[in-house]
Nanobody
Framework: QVKLVESGGGLVQAGGSLSLSCSIS????????MGWFRQAPGKEREFVAA????????FYADSVKGRFTISRTYANYTLHLQMNSLQPEDKAVYFC?????????????????WGQGTQVTVSS
Protein backbone atom coordinates (compact mmCIF):
# COMPACT_ATOMS: atom_id res chain seq x y z
CA GLN A 1 0.00 0.00 0.00
CA VAL A 2 1.34 3.39 -0.99
CA LYS A 3 1.17 6.16 1.59
CA LEU A 4 2.17 9.80 1.14
CA VAL A 5 2.56 12.19 4.06
CA GLU A 6 3.27 15.90 3.59
CA SER A 7 4.96 18.17 6.10
CA GLY A 8 6.44 21.65 6.29
CA GLY A 9 3.46 23.89 5.73
CA GLY A 10 2.85 26.94 7.87
CA LEU A 11 2.50 30.70 7.98
CA VAL A 12 4.99 33.00 6.29
CA GLN A 13 5.10 36.65 5.32
CA ALA A 14 5.01 37.67 1.68
CA GLY A 15 8.46 37.36 0.19
CA GLY A 16 9.41 34.59 2.57
CA SER A 17 10.21 30.94 2.00
CA LEU A 18 8.90 27.54 3.02
CA SER A 19 10.04 24.03 2.31
CA LEU A 20 7.56 21.20 1.95
CA SER A 21 8.41 17.52 2.17
CA CYS A 22 6.51 14.38 1.27
CA SER A 23 7.52 10.99 2.57
CA ILE A 24 6.56 7.99 0.49
CA SER A 25 6.14 4.43 1.63
CA UNK A 26 5.17 1.35 -0.32
CA UNK A 27 7.69 0.99 -3.11
CA UNK A 28 10.98 2.53 -4.09
CA UNK A 29 10.89 6.19 -5.04
CA UNK A 30 11.92 5.61 -8.64
CA UNK A 31 8.72 3.64 -9.18
CA UNK A 32 6.75 6.88 -9.33
CA UNK A 33 6.39 10.11 -11.14
CA MET A 34 5.78 12.71 -8.45
CA GLY A 35 4.02 16.02 -8.26
CA TRP A 36 2.76 18.83 -6.09
CA PHE A 37 -0.70 20.30 -6.48
CA ARG A 38 -2.50 22.97 -4.50
CA GLN A 39 -6.04 23.97 -3.77
CA ALA A 40 -7.11 27.39 -2.58
CA PRO A 41 -10.49 27.97 -0.91
CA GLY A 42 -13.27 27.92 -3.45
CA LYS A 43 -10.96 26.93 -6.28
CA GLU A 44 -10.12 23.72 -8.08
CA ARG A 45 -6.98 21.79 -7.32
CA GLU A 46 -4.22 22.90 -9.65
CA PHE A 47 -0.83 21.68 -10.78
CA VAL A 48 2.23 23.26 -9.16
CA ALA A 49 5.30 21.17 -10.00
CA ALA A 50 6.32 17.65 -10.98
CA UNK A 51 9.39 15.50 -11.37
CA UNK A 52 9.80 12.55 -13.68
CA UNK A 53 10.25 8.91 -12.73
CA UNK A 54 13.99 9.16 -13.27
CA UNK A 55 14.31 12.60 -11.72
CA UNK A 56 15.85 13.92 -14.92
CA UNK A 57 12.99 16.24 -15.81
CA UNK A 58 11.02 18.80 -13.84
CA PHE A 59 7.87 20.68 -14.72
CA TYR A 60 6.38 23.85 -13.25
CA ALA A 61 3.23 25.88 -13.49
CA ASP A 62 3.91 29.29 -14.98
CA SER A 63 2.76 30.94 -11.76
CA VAL A 64 5.58 29.36 -9.73
CA LYS A 65 8.35 29.04 -12.30
CA GLY A 66 11.55 30.61 -11.03
CA ARG A 67 10.29 30.68 -7.43
CA PHE A 68 9.61 27.02 -6.59
CA THR A 69 11.95 24.06 -6.95
CA ILE A 70 10.94 20.41 -6.87
CA SER A 71 13.40 17.67 -6.03
CA ARG A 72 13.49 14.13 -4.73
CA THR A 73 15.81 12.32 -2.34
CA TYR A 74 16.00 8.65 -3.22
CA ALA A 75 17.88 7.63 -0.08
CA ASN A 76 14.99 8.37 2.26
CA TYR A 77 12.13 8.27 -0.24
CA THR A 78 11.25 11.94 0.09
CA LEU A 79 9.89 14.52 -2.30
CA HIS A 80 10.61 18.21 -1.68
CA LEU A 81 9.22 21.55 -2.74
CA GLN A 82 11.29 24.62 -1.97
CA MET A 83 9.10 27.70 -2.20
CA ASN A 84 10.73 31.12 -2.35
CA SER A 85 9.34 34.62 -2.82
CA LEU A 86 5.95 33.47 -1.59
CA GLN A 87 2.98 35.68 -2.34
CA PRO A 88 -0.53 35.81 -0.85
CA GLU A 89 -1.87 34.09 -3.97
CA ASP A 90 0.25 31.05 -3.09
CA LYS A 91 -1.93 30.43 -0.05
CA ALA A 92 -3.49 26.99 -0.41
CA VAL A 93 -3.47 23.43 0.80
CA TYR A 94 -0.56 21.71 -0.93
CA PHE A 95 -0.86 18.06 -1.89
CA CYS A 96 1.82 15.56 -2.76
CA UNK A 97 0.89 13.03 -5.46
CA UNK A 98 2.42 9.98 -7.12
CA UNK A 99 1.71 8.23 -10.41
CA UNK A 100 2.47 4.72 -11.57
CA UNK A 101 2.45 5.31 -15.30
CA UNK A 102 2.34 7.92 -18.02
CA UNK A 103 4.23 11.01 -19.01
CA UNK A 104 1.56 13.66 -18.49
CA UNK A 105 2.94 15.01 -15.25
CA UNK A 106 0.83 18.16 -15.14
CA UNK A 107 -2.52 16.37 -15.33
CA UNK A 108 -4.22 15.85 -11.96
CA UNK A 109 -6.26 12.85 -13.07
CA UNK A 110 -3.10 10.98 -14.07
CA UNK A 111 -2.02 10.63 -10.44
CA UNK A 112 -2.85 7.49 -8.53
CA UNK A 113 -1.93 8.32 -4.94
CA TRP A 114 -2.41 11.45 -2.83
CA GLY A 115 -1.33 12.77 0.52
CA GLN A 116 -3.67 14.47 2.96
CA GLY A 117 -2.32 17.94 2.25
CA THR A 118 -0.50 20.62 4.22
CA GLN A 119 -1.64 24.22 4.66
CA VAL A 120 0.48 27.09 3.40
CA THR A 121 -0.58 30.58 4.43
CA VAL A 122 1.12 33.74 3.18
CA SER A 123 0.37 37.02 4.91
CA SER A 124 0.63 40.31 3.05
Amino acid sequence: QVKLVESGGGLVQAGGSLSLSCSISGRTLDSYGMGWFRQAPGKEREFVAAISFTGDSTFYADSVKGRFTISRTYANYTLHLQMNSLQPEDKAVYFCAAKDYGMRYTVLLEYDYWGQGTQVTVSS
